[in-house]
């Protein structure tokens, strides 16, 4: 298993316990976000080490090379002193070495195009953390939001709730019976208390001053004749207009007065 498996597979394992015992979404996804970057750190790493040996396998492969290179000019003196044992030899050495580049040469190749790929799978491992981390924002505002009218609508359903607002119109309720109680009991020490009939004539007597303020209010807007006013009613027998007459037939039998010489 590579280490971008191990590495797929470690962040599958978390995200897949995240998601299990998830309460918190936005904590959920900022641990997330830093175990993925976390496991790039080690990836690096690896990835970086991964460069280390391809870089000595092509040293070693160009070392290889020059040892050949280097055997090939000692067979080359070897002969021009008439020395072939020694050439044969040099020539021996030079095939081996040779061998070992061309190995050496093949096995860098491959561990490059590897080393390569880890590369590219690397930087698009790191472009994929940074596109979940923009999504992660994305993600948070639209918890906090979901949130939000969570709140609203748990709101709107205790405002809606009659129970309270009932509770309320009964203590009204209540109150005002208390009210109407206490002003009963009120009124009944009223009229307990003091003489009945003397408040009886107490309100006689206001009406009589008030049908007074109303004949001086006629008169002053020129609504009664003058001396033609409303008379007060007077206690007696009723037979005013009877005495009044008698006067003045009285007054006619005595006759004219006496002239006075």
């Known amino acids: 298993m590579g280490i971008f498996d191990r590495l797929s597979t470690l962040v599958r394992s978390n995200l897949n316990d995240l998601i299990s015992s998830a309460e918190n979404p ?3 996804l900022n641990q997330l976000i830093l175990d993925m970057r976390s496991q790039l750190a080690k990836a690096k790493q690896q990835v970086a080490a991964a460069i280390a040996d391809e870089k000595k396998l092509q040293a070693q492969a160009e070392q ?18 008439g020395r072939d044992d020694l050439a044969k030899q040099a020539l021996l050495r030079h095939s081996e070495h040779m061998e070992g580049a061309v190995q050496l040469d093949e096995t860098w190749r491959r561990h490059a195009a590897e080393t390569e790929a880890l590369k590219n799978s690397l930087r698009m491992l790191n472009d994929k953390i940074e596109e979940a981390k923009r999504k992660k924002n994305i993600l948070i505002a639209r918890q906090r939001r979901a949130e939000a009218q969570k709140r609203i609508h748990e709101t709107m359903g205790s405002i809606s709730d009659k129970s309270a607002f009932e509770t309320f119109e009964r203590m009204a309720e209540r109150i005002e019976q208390n009210e109407r109680k ?4 009120a009124e009944l020490s009223e009229e307990l208390s003091g003489d009945s009939l003397a408040k009886q004539f107490e309100q006689l007597e206001y009406k009589a001053d008030a049908d007074t ?44 007065p006496a002239k006075k010489g």
């Open 213 to 256: 303020q109303l004949l001086a209010l006629k008169q002053k807007m020129g609504l009664l004749g003058a001396g033609k006013g409303e008379q007060p009613k007077q206690l007696g027998t009723g037979k005013t207009a009877d005495v009044h007459d008698a006067e003045v037939v009285e007054d006619e039998d005595e006759g004219p």
């Open 182 to 185: 206490a002003l009963a009991a």
């Open 26 to 28: 936005e904590k959920m």
């Open 64 to 81: 290889e090379k020059k040892q050949a290179e280097d055997w090939e000019k000692r067979a080359m003196l070897a002969v021009q002193e």
